[in-house]
């Protein structure tokens, strides 16, 4: 990817920040130079600033690149001061408590969802879904709820940003096909997960909206069909909505960043 040209050095380091986090491990140059857009000798300079910054660590012995403690650091602040989780952790432990089910507190983050936070269920279910991790918005309960309640005129760029991957049969793979699933949440004010992104796990989920209508993120109850169906998960909706618009109300004396496109980027 290549930065736009205003975002300068800045945006460049930011990229090459964001491309040794996508590999969720330690990564050797030689990987990172094979997806990136940047000649070696930019590549190179771009990763020496971010060590010297710890942004990153560089281990001299295997010559990997890994996140830097002082991501920890700016992660935890950000965490504070910029998502739902501080003002939601209370009323997610309460849902968690009372149904015995994962749940899932998530925000738009430029088209997709960043989960913020997450209680296990009482037995615990192995899904792709953790705190800090994104995923598409396009296949998920709680991207879904998102979605369907952005005005109108925001639609077609998060549209834009989705991959349309199908990850199983159930997925959702056009914009004409989820704009119809939209229109129904928007109906009866919540939105499945019916296998769409992992098999064998489905999710009911609910929006956050401020008292004007905002967006602020989402809530979801998931499970999987092995231990139960939609139709039972549906019955947890009356509980996640006084719960969602509790968090809410909550966010009215609270700041958080909007939703604004990206800036615009091409793949080498």
């Known amino acids: 990817m290549v930065a736009a040209a205003t975002d300068g050095t800045v945006a460049k380091a930011l990229e090459v920040l964001d491309l040794v986090a996508s590999y969720g491990r330690p990564v050797r140059f030689s990987e990172l130079l094979e997806a990136s857009a940047y000649p070696k000798a930019t590549l190179y300079r771009l990763l020496q600033t971010l060590v010297r910054q710890r942004m990153l ?152 909206l401020s008292s004007g209508g905002r967006v602020c993120g989402a809530l979801s109850v998931t499970s999987t069909t092995a231990r139960t169906d939609l139709g039972a998960l549906q019955s947890r909706v009356p509980l996640m909505r006084d719960i969602a618009r509790i968090i809410g109300a909550e966010t009215e004396t609270w700041r958080f960043p909007e939703e604004t496109a990206p800036p615009s980027r091409k793949r080498a």
């Open 57 to 208: 660590s560089h281990d001299p012995e295997d010559g990997c690149y890994n996140m830097g403690m002082r991501l920890v650091r700016l992660a935890h602040v950000a965490w504070a001061q910029s998502s739902l989780a501080p003002i939601a952790r209370p009323h997610l432990d309460r849902l968690s408590a009372e149904l015995g089910e994962t749940v899932h507190l998530a925000q738009l983050d430029h088209g997709q969802v960043l989960y913020v936070d997450k209680r296990n269920a009482r037995d615990t279910v192995a899904m792709f879904s953790q705190a800090g991790k994104v995923g598409p918005a396009y296949c998920t309960g709680v991207g879904k709820a998102m979605l369907a309640h952005l005005p109108e005129a925001q639609l077609p760029a998060m549209l834009a940003q989705q991959s349309w991957h199908r990850f199983t049969p159930n997925t959702l793979t056009t914009p004409e096909a989820l704009l119809d699933d939209l229109a129904a949440i928007r109906v009866r004010g919540f939105a499945f997960d019916n296998e769409e992104h992992e098999p064998g796990i489905i999710c009911v989920a609910v929006p956050i």
